[in-house]
C-alpha cells in the first residue's frame, strides 16, 4: 500500500510515535477527544488529512473518540495481521488510528470507528 508522506510530515511527541508509527494505543478514557464535541474536522496528526466530520462522531462509551462514518476515501480500513480486527489507518500517510468495529447496533450506521486522540487534531469549524 503506497501511501503520500511527501505531503505534510508533523512532528510527533514520543506517544504519538507509539501510536501513530507502531499501531499502539493510549488508555481508555485518556484521550482529549474522548468526550469533545465541538463542530469542525478531525484530521490526521501526523499529516493533517481530513478524517472525519464532527457530524459522525457519537458518544460510543468506550473511552476513545468514536465516529460512525469516515469522510470518503481518508482512511483506509486494513485487516490486523491475525485478522481479527480491523484496522484504521490515514488513507494519506498511513498513520495507525485504530480499529473499526461493526454490528454493535450503537448508530444507525452500525459502524463504530474507534480512534486514538493522539493520532488526531480537531480543526474547528470556521463561522
Not at 469542525?40 to 466530520?53: E, F, I, K, M
Not at 469516515?70 to 490515514?90: F, L
Request: with cysteine; charged share 25%.
Amino acid at each position: 500500500m503506497a501511501y503520500n508522506l511527501a505531503m505534510k510530515n508533523n512532528e510527533l511527541t514520543d506517544e504519538q510515535k507509539r501510536i501513530i508509527e507502531n499501531k499502539g494505543t493510549e488508555p481508555p478514557f485518556s484521550g482529549e477527544y474522548n468526550d469533545f464535541f465541538k463542530e469542525g474536522t478531525y484530521a490526521c496528526a501526523r499529516c493533517d488529512n481530513p478524517l472525519y466530520s464532527w457530524e459522525a462522531k457519537f458518544k460510543s462509551g468506550c473511552g476513545w473518540p468514536a465516529f460512525d462514518d469516515e469522510i470518503p476515501g481518508a482512511v483506509k480500513h486494513v485487516p490486523d495481521a491475525d485478522g481479527t480486527r480491523i484496522e484504521i489507518a490515514c488513507a494519506n500517510c498511513g498513520a495507525h488510528l485504530g480499529h473499526v468495529f461493526e454490528g454493535e447496533e450503537l448508530t444507525p450506521k452500525n459502524t463504530r470507528h474507534c480512534v486514538n486522540s493522539l493520532s488526531i487534531k480537531f480543526v474547528p469549524k470556521e463561522n
